[in-house]
């Protein structure tokens, strides 16, 4: 069974015209449009997560690394100055 061809094409149209009416079409069109469109963003977000959250965990990992190195000048740096005043 290979792909149908146009007059096989026009008669399962025929049918779905007169299975749903030439008003009906339109809007199942656009349902299903929105369907697919909706399904490959929620995919998109699916794969773009992860990624997000890696590069979060990075951010925030170099982020805790400055700020103990702060901490600890800071630390090393505050028993100098009360014992100069």
Not at 12 to 26: D, Q, S, T
Not at 42 to 50: L, Q, R, S
Request: glycine share 8%; hydrophobic share 40%.
């Amino acid at each position: 069974m290979g792909m149908p061809s146009m007059p096989e094409l026009l008669v399962i149209l025929a049918i779905v015209v007169l299975l749903f009416g030439a008003k009906k079409i339109p809007e199942l069109a656009k349902g299903l449009g929105s369907g697919i469109r909706n399904f490959k963003k929620a995919m998109n977000e699916d794969e773009e997560a992860p990624k997000k959250e890696i590069a979060q965990e990075t951010t925030a990992a170099s982020t805790n690394t400055t700020s103990t190195a702060t901490t600890t000048q800071k630390t090393t740096a505050q028993p100098k100055e009360s014992g100069n005043a």
